[in-house]
């Protein structure tokens, strides 16, 4: 399998959390990342973890990594439809500028 | 503004044609980077500049061959088009190797 994966769809309703997940197999990264993409257009990022902590806010982001296994997952608190979009985890290599992506999660938000 | 360019954003052309991808960055950056994008949206590196030197080459045909005339632009040029090169190629830059990338908005390439 793939070295980065994650679930391919998730929907949820307009204003509830919404909780993408991914995981890795190699744990050397120095940051973990959170990218999306809207159609048609390149990517975004969202957050960062440094790898040597457990969670991080950022207003209606929190960024949990559980590093025994190798799980990283992004929660996006009181949902709306302009995030709906195509959400990536990424991770460093141990040299710092090689990012290795996962396949990719498709958020849709329903009214 | 828009910090990381590319030209064109769309590309359709033949088997075989040679073409070229250009990408611009006007951020001040020192490393550029090329990604390719699949049909199923798996994204992966192809290649890093640091300051027009080569650092990251990954297991890319080298029918493509990427150029950086200066820090500010990084361009891939596609030798002998082939049907499987058809992706979303994106161009992305950071401030140093190990700093937030960001992304142009991507070249739809198309190879019929």
């Known amino acids: 399998g793939e070295d980065v994966e994650q679930s391919l769809f998730l929907s949820v309703r307009e204003g509830d959390s919404s909780v993408i997940n991914c995981t890795y197999t190699d744990s050397s990264s120095t940051y973990l990342y959170w990218y999306k993409q809207e159609p048609g257009a390149g990517l975004q990022l969202l957050t960062y973890i440094f790898s040597n902590m457990d969670m991080k806010q950022d207003q209606r982001l929190t960024v949990l990594l559980n590093k025994k296994d190798k799980h990283l997952s992004l929660r996006i608190a009181d949902t709306q439809t302009g995030d709906s979009a195509i959400y990536f985890c990424?991770?460093?290599?141990?040299?710092?500028?090689?990012?290795?992506f996962g396949t990719g999660t498709q958020l849709k938000v329903e009214l | 503004d828009t910090a990381v360019s590319q030209t064109p954003k769309y590309l359709v052309t033949q088997m075989g044609n040679d073409k070229s991808i250009k990408c611009e960055q006007n951020?001040?950056?020192?490393?550029m980077y090329w990604y390719k994008q699949d049909s199923k949206k798996f994204l992966k590196i192809m290649f890093s500049y640091n300051n027009k030197e080569l650092i990251i080459n990954e297991t890319v045909p080298n029918r493509f061959s990427p150029k950086s005339p200066d820090k500010a632009h990084l361009n891939l040029h596609i030798n002998s088009l082939e049907l499987g090169d058809s992706a979303v190629y994106f161009c992305?830059?950071?401030?140093?190797?190990?700093?937030?990338?960001?992304f142009g908005p991507g070249t739809r390439l198309t190879v019929l």
């Open positions: 992305a830059s950071s401030f140093t190797q190990a700093g937030e990338q960001f």
């Open positions: 951020l001040g950056h020192d490393t």
């Open positions: 990424a991770r460093d290599t141990g040299g710092g500028n090689k990012l290795t």
